[in-house]
């Protein structure tokens, strides 16, 4: 494991943020489009800075391996939010 010397501080501000913004929000977003509804701008803006965001987790998980896992979990969820996202957009207007 290579470990530059941000890197602890780093993960800590990045788990930090995930476990009191980014995980309670993603899940939100996720139970609205499992609801079937569509994303609006407000649930885009949060999906476009956690998707510029992705490059460093995934460095880091790069580095520390321990990492890969928890980044893999939440790289699904973020799919699966899309994914029922775009069914969702695609679905005729009622």
């Not at 803006?45 to 890969?68: C, I, N, T, W």
């Amino acid at each position: 494991m290579t470990d530059t010397p941000n890197d602890a501080g780093t993960i800590q501000a990045m788990l930090e943020r995930l476990n009191k913004w980014r995980l309670p929000r993603a899940l939100d977003i996720k139970k609205k489009v499992d609801g079937g509804a569509t994303l609006d701008g407000n649930d885009l803006e949060f999906l476009k800075r956690v998707f510029e965001d992705a490059g460093a987790a995934q460095s880091l998980a790069g580095r520390h391996p321990e990492l890969k896992k928890l980044v893999a979990q939440l790289s699904g969820l973020y799919n699966d939010i899309t994914k029922k996202a775009l069914e969702n957009e695609q679905q005729p207007k009622k």
